[in-house]
């Protein structure tokens, strides 16, 4: 199934759902061919028919891209099945909350593998493939406002989301030589599959929230898209926060 044509392609990392299928699909939608990563293999599977099915061109590939040997495979599947890679979304990350005096080392693991290692080890295995074939590339890691504000609870998780946009920065030096632009989009509360199984999500960030609402999965999708867009290529180590106004005002909503 090797294709050497001009099509732009992408890998999307945790999109078989929420935030990551928006802008997998979305990608699909303008002609991109996509690599959809997913842990789930279920996800992943009916993520890709569903882009497939309304015209695009997806692939799925499940698999832990906390783990450096899938990582070597998954870009080694885009190779394979369509012959470069062009842009990655490293949007797979995890979230474990708890207080800091009693947050477990486990949690802490695994956060850090993921959110981290995952994020730097794959940008690491895509640039060389973009180096190797040539014509610059896109890297866009996602970061969270949770980077830029503190949140109850999500001392480790707020931490890497910094350190991601920190990484964006650093890579600048090295990859702009290649014309690999290396950017960060911090979303704010968004409606997902997973949020809206707390029955006053809605509610709750729509009264702290000053333009009145979460986020869609679609508000999200735009930012990406702008970065992986011909529009942004002379924009890197940037990042865009994207959260209806909240790191403004930053207030936690209630303890439960």
């Not at 569903?50 to 061109?57: F, Y």
């Not at 896109?138 to 920190?166: C, D, N, P, W």
């Not at 968004?190 to 960030?205: F, I, M, Q």
Request: one cysteine or more; a negative charge.
């Amino acid at each position: 199934m090797r294709n050497n044509n001009n099509t732009p392609v992408a890998i999307v990392t945790g999109a078989g759902q929420g935030i990551g299928f928006e802008i997998a699909r979305r990608l699909g939608e303008a002609g991109t061919r996509v690599v959809l990563n997913d842990l789930d293999e279920r996800l992943a599977a009916d993520a890709a028919k569903a882009i497939n099915v309304s015209g695009g061109t997806c692939m799925a590939v499940p698999g832990d891209v906390s783990d450096l040997v899938f990582i070597e495979e998954l870009v080694a599947a885009a190779v394979s099945a369509y012959g470069r890679v062009d842009s990655l979304v490293a949007n797979a990350g995890i979230t474990l909350f708890g207080s800091f005096l009693d947050y477990k080392a486990d949690d802490l693991r695994k956060v850090l593998q993921l959110n981290l290692f995952g994020s730097f080890m794959l940008a690491q295995q895509a640039a060389r493939q973009m180096v190797k074939q040539g014509g610059g590339g896109r890297i866009l890691f996602m970061s969270s406002v949770t980077g830029h504000q503190a949140h109850r609870g999500l001392a480790a998780y707020g931490m890497t989301k910094a350190a991601l946009e920190m990484l964006a920065k650093s890579l600048v030096i090295e990859l702009s030589p290649h014309q690999i632009t290396v950017n960060t989009v911090a979303p704010g509360a968004t409606l997902t599959e997973r949020t809206l199984e707390d029955p006053a999500y809605v509610s709750v960030w729509s009264e702290i929230t000053p333009l009145g609402r979460p986020a869609t999965c679609a508000d999200i999708a735009e930012a990406v898209l702008y970065f992986l867009s011909p529009g942004a290529k002379h924009v890197t180590g940037q990042f865009l926060v994207v959260d209806g106004g909240w790191t403004s005002v930053s207030p936690n909503p209630p303890e439960n």
